[in-house]
């Protein structure tokens, strides 16, 4: 696996994992909370890649051209990996655990959307490699986070 599509999927794929979360929760309980741990758990193997793979490289730099006209950068080094799987690994055991910490509580639905979406935009603060992309994530994950 590329760097590319690693660091895409590391920011991306709980952003779009919260979404299947609340559209399945909708319809079982049990399977939302299965959704939320496959990727809670899958968002640290990938991190443990990065680390593994790209943790001693320097000079990557991935772009998403054309956001707010800006676009976004991210790049890799030991240091955002590092803090990168350390947020993983917390979020891992936060969704794992949350099912039976949870279970008496209403509204878990959406806990569990703006959780995921939280550890999206974290993983983007730790790998953003300029100040406009640390300040785009950052107000996504205070706004989730906040919820």
């Known amino acids: 696996m590329n760097v590319n599509s690693l660091i895409y999927l590391m920011v991306f794929l709980p952003m779009a994992g919260a979404i299947v979360s ?10 939302r909370d299965k ?10 193997v990938l991190s443990i890649l990065l680390v593994v793979n790209y943790a001693g490289a320097e000079g990557i730099l991935v772009e998403v051209p054309g956001v707010c006209g800006m676009g976004l950068s991210f790049t890799v080094d030991g240091f955002r990996a590092i803090y990168g799987s350390i947020a993983a690994f917390m979020w891992m055991m936060t969704a794992v655990f949350s ?14 959307l703006f959780q995921l979406i939280t550890l999206g935009a974290t993983e983007a603060i730790f790998l953003s490699a300029d100040l406009y992309t ?3 994530f950052f107000e996504v994950m205070s706004f989730a986070s906040y919820v």
């Open 134 to 136: 640390t300040f785009i």
């Open 99 to 112: 099912t039976e910490y949870f279970a008496h509580y209403r509204n878990r639905n959406r806990y569990y």
């Open 35 to 44: 959704v939320v741990s496959v990727i809670a758990i899958l968002e640290f």
């Open 22 to 31: 609340y559209v399945t929760g909708r319809q079982s309980k049990k399977g």
